[in-house]
């Protein structure tokens, strides 16, 4: 026989771990330091740069 469970506390256990996995997504969506944002755009414009210096002018 199988084993006898709540379905409620089941049921919260499942919105507890679904929950951590939105925030762990949240988490390394936004959660980047000051530096890591400046250091990021730095890269982008260095970029923007270098493909704005190859394009070709029609």
Known sequence: M??????RQVRKAKARRDHEAKAAANR???????GERAAEAA????????????????
């Open 43 to 58: 890269a982008h414009a260095k970029l923007e740069r270098t493909l704005a210096g190859a394009r070709r002018e029609d």
């Open 2 to 7: 199988g084993e006898v469970v709540t379905l």
């Open 28 to 34: 390394a969506r936004h959660g980047r330091t000051k």
